[in-house]
């Protein structure tokens, strides 16, 4: 039977946080049956067509997520209340025009960079139910192009030509495309098992890799063009976070509390592990040599990094409290992350840092009385 609901991976790993330090695993996901072909529905529907984009600005950009800081902790963890798309630019964060209504980025990673630049995609629940938007870099000509159910891990792909989603229309969490107007849109995992969430593309735009929550389960790949799925690691671990390394003949995930690398074939190349810390959110390098993640190996959740090749872990940040959701710069010369300055049961404040791989030079990048969460970098212009 599948879930009616699309959960949230960062929620584990926060109540997590919250939980005294007490390990466990951060992120409850797949059940992947066997390999099986799936065939490709039609199009099912269309949204308001989405305007013409503009020209990228020159300079470093990051978006991120901002949420009232004075909620209790599972509630901005969750549902984050007045949450907003930022826009940051050389150190000046620009809101990007949402309405002050709740923007309900509670799915996942709630946004999504295209190739090139121009656009954001981004999940809202200014209509009623999550929905994903489509809008430009600088916050004009948002439309909305998905219609239906709960929806969110937004994915665009390498190519630009589809994103990929999870929805629960008709009452079941699935892996869906459409395109960035909103129209030909299909699902991809309407005949497997499971409740399939979280997709990620593979560099080339020919696959996604995709994971099932609640259950234990490997992370599956399924080909775009054939829809033929299989599983691609062990079902008898709990999977999550799937990413591809960029020549795409290998992927990270999380299994269990531990960070997991096999090759697109399924074979376990490696599996970092600290006994019984927890390790996650992994995140590749754009080289591929080098993985930063977050882990309480030391006692508190800190940012660290890693090399693929001998397995060489350096711990980045000093803190406190807790750091989560690392992302690196197309360039690799930094990784934003989220730091919380202040971490109570009743009252949290994250704000955005950047920090060199080797550890030098932390300096704060977005900063206010409320939680900002999810850094992610614009692609390399």
């Known amino acids: 039977m599948k879930s009616n609901r699309i959960l949230l991976a960062c929620v584990l790993v926060l109540v997590t946080f919250s939980a005294c330090g007490t390990p466990a695993p951060t992120l409850e996901l797949p059940t992947a049956g066997p390999a099986a072909t799936v065939a490709v529905p039609r199009p099912t529907e269309t949204a308001s067509p989405v305007p013409p984009t503009l020209p990228p600005p020159a300079g470093p950009r990051i978006l991120y997520s901002i949420a009232d800081g004075a909620l209790p902790v599972a509630n901005t963890f969750t549902v984050p209340r007045g949450a907003g798309l930022i826009h940051v630019e050389n150190g000046t964060s620009t809101a990007l025009g949402l309405p002050s209504a709740e923007n309900g980025f509670f799915n996942g990673t709630p946004f999504d960079w295209s190739p090139d630049g121009r656009r954001v995609v981004f999940v809202s629940t200014r209509a009623g139910s999550a929905n994903l938007y489509v809008m430009n870099a600088d916050g004009s000509n948002a439309a909305r192009i998905t219609t239906g159910g709960e929806n969110g891990y937004p994915a665009w792909s390498p190519n630009g030509e589809w994103i990929a989603f999870a929805s629960t229309r008709g009452g079941e969490s699935n892996v869906y495309l459409t395109r960035p107007d909103g129209t030909e849109t299909s699902c991809l995992t309407c005949d497997l098992a499971g409740s399939e969430t979280s997709p990620a593309w593979s560099p ?102 890693m090399t693929i090749e001998g397995g060489e872990v350096l711990r980045l940040t000093t803190n406190p409290y807790p750091e989560m959701h690392p992302a690196w710069s197309p360039d690799g010369q930094w990784i934003a992350f989220a730091s919380a300055t202040v971490f109570q049961e009743t009252y949290t404040n994250f704000d955005i840092f950047i920090i060199r791989p080797d550890g030098k030079d932390m300096q704060p990048l977005a900063q206010s009385p409320e939680n900002e969460f999810f850094p992610l970098w614009s692609p390399q212009e």
């Open 204 to 305: 080339d735009s020919a696959s996604l890799a995709f994971t099932i929550p609640d259950e234990p389960g490997p992370v599956s790949i399924i080909h775009i063009a054939t829809g033929e799925a299989r599983p691609v690691s062990s079902p008898e671990l709990r999977s999550a976070a799937p990413a591809f390394s960029p020549d795409g003949q290998w992927f990270i995930f999380e299994c269990e509390q531990n960070i997991c690398l096999n090759d697109i074939y399924g074979l376990t190349l490696n599996m970092f592990s600290s006994g019984q810390a927890v390790e996650t959110q992994p995140r590749i390098s754009p080289d591929g040599k080098q993985i930063a993640f977050i882990s309480n190996r030391d006692g508190n959740y800190e940012l660290y990094i």
